[in-house]
């Protein structure tokens, strides 16, 4: 079946890396998504990536795939006090490109 | 700002009570997506909708729950006789045609009493 996982928490200090990682089951992924809660707010698209690329990089942010091991991580580099929140991995595929899958979401705690 | 709007943002009802959520998509959109969250988990797909069309409702359940996007006005999620298991952050999206790029509205989050 269909399955994303990921670890609930994550610490860091302001100023280092974070990364947030996530793995998924369906190997019909065709793409891959980042989105960004903040408490009490939506969800905001970070990025997203084709299932046949390896690497995608916008400023702050690279996400890295890594399709053999089924397994997708977000890096934020610099971290800041306003990148705490919930960082949620989601999936399309072959079947349903818009019927995203989703995991259960990263708490991204950042430590002064 | 043309984000997706919904509303209300929280909601109590009592059970046995209905529940209606509203979502404004982004303009120029006319893709219509409802997502449910339970606490602590990831979102669950319900309904796709477009203008006057239910495209996929395989995320609904399959009593009490229903969805529309009407011609003119919002799409609207209707949840007759409401249940403490209702109880969650219902969420809508919107797209365009291509619906690689879903944009999330703030949600509305439901309590049940």
């Known amino acids: 079946g269909e399955d994303v996982e990921q670890s609930l928490f994550l610490s860091v200090r302001e100023g280092d890396s974070s990364v947030i990682n996530c793995t998924y089951t369906d190997s019909s992924s065709t793409y891959l998504y980042w989105y960004k809660q903040e408490p009490g707010a939506g969800l905001q698209l970070l990025t997203y990536?084709?299932?046949n690329m390896d690497m995608k990089q916008d400023q702050r942010l690279t996400v890295l795939l890594n399709k053999k091991d089924k397994h997708l991580s977000l890096r934020i580099a610099d971290t800041q006090t306003g990148d705490s929140a919930i960082y949620f991995c989601a999936e399309s595929t072959e079947d349903s490109n818009y019927q995203l899958i989703w995991g259960a979401g990263t708490k991204l705690i950042i430590k002064p | 700002n043309a984000g997706v709007m919904q509303n209300p943002r929280h909601l109590v009802r009592r059970r046995g009570q209905e529940a209606r959520l509203r979502c404004s998509p982004m303009k120029g959109h006319s893709h219509v997506y409802w997502y449910r969250q339970l606490p602590e988990e990831g979102l669950k797909f319900m309904v796709y909708?477009?203008?006057?069309?239910?495209?996929?409702e395989s995320g609904m359940p399959k009593e009490r729950f229903s969805a529309e996007f009407p011609k003119e006005g919002p799409s609207i999620l209707r949840i007759q006789q409401v249940v403490r298991g209702d109880s969650a952050a219902y969420f809508c999206?919107?797209?365009?045609?291509?619906?690689?790029?879903?944009?999330f509205g703030p949600g509305t989050r439901l309590t049940v009493t």
């Open positions: 990536i084709f299932s």
């Open positions: 909708l477009q203008k006057e069309n239910i495209i996929d």
């Open positions: 999206a919107s797209s365009g045609t291509s619906m690689l790029e879903q944009y």
